[in-house]
């Protein structure tokens, strides 16, 4: 698509419950980010992948994160039994390293409002 | 490990006059570094970045960057500020030999008429 798509846009629920959040990368993009940004904070990192291979996870707070993108394309960020302190803004960026290897640039969505309750 | 520091949480200017928001980074080698904004219920967007070529480097919106590695500094200036300019304005360091881009806790600029 023309730029990186992340659904839902909002979503709230109960203490306790399953989410999963969608990112949709620029087509074409090989490395795929997952940050978290609470209220009034900068963006965190979270996991990334290239391609369909996870890089990096070490910024996962704990086991009930999870993340996957068995395609290369799509991912999927999951938080079980969710508590309250995990509310917060979830952004997805997406880019392409160059021929040395290196990403110059992020392209975020506008992120995945998580509330819960 | 590598990191930013925003030393202002926000600023506030008037429409016309400089900007300056700094920032601070940490690194055991020569970083990469970013300038990234985010407006109102909008997504981060890239405003400038240094990747060791020059260091002074200019970005959009007439918004540029000195990187001073005495300093260990990367300070954000614009001449004249105008009213779109005010946002959330985020400091980025990326881990080199990885991809782990770590953000600063950002400083908010208010243009004010």
């Known amino acids: 698509g023309a730029g990186v798509s992340q659904s839902p846009r909002y979503k709230v629920t109960k203490r306790g419950q399953d989410v999963a959040l969608r990112c949709d990368p620029i087509s074409g993009h090989v490395s795929l980010y997952w940050y978290r940004q609470a209220l009034g904070q900068g963006p965190e990192f979270l996991t990334y992948f290239n391609y369909e291979a996870q890089q990096d996870k070490s910024g996962l707070p704990n086991d009930r994160f999870s993340a996957e993108r068995p395609e290369g394309s799509i991912s999927t960020l999951t938080i079980q039994r969710t508590e309250q302190r995990d509310s917060a803004m979830y952004r997805c960026?997406?880019?392409?390293?160059?021929?040395?290897?290196?990403?110059?640039?992020?392209?975020f969505g506008e992120g995945s409002r998580l509330t819960v309750l | 490990a590598q990191s930013v520091t925003q030393l202002d949480s926000h600023v506030s200017v008037s429409e016309g006059t400089p900007v300056l928001l700094r920032c601070n980074y940490s690194?055991?080698?020569?970083?990469?570094l970013f300038w990234y904004v985010q407006h109102p219920n909008k997504g981060l967007q890239l405003l400038l970045k240094?990747?060791?070529?020059?260091?002074l480097v200019k970005g959009i919106n007439g918004f540029e960057a000195e990187f001073k590695k005495s300093e260990t500094s990367f300070h954000l200036t614009k001449p004249s500020a105008h009213m779109s300019d005010a946002a959330e304005y985020f400091c980025v360091v990326r881990r080199n030999y990885g991809q782990n881009f770590v953000f600063g806790p950002g400083t908010r600029l208010s243009v004010l008429p």
């Open positions: 240094y990747t060791s070529a020059a260091t």
């Open positions: 690194s055991s080698y020569s970083p990469s």
């Open positions: 960026a997406s880019s392409s390293p160059d021929r040395g290897g290196l990403i110059f640039e992020l392209f």
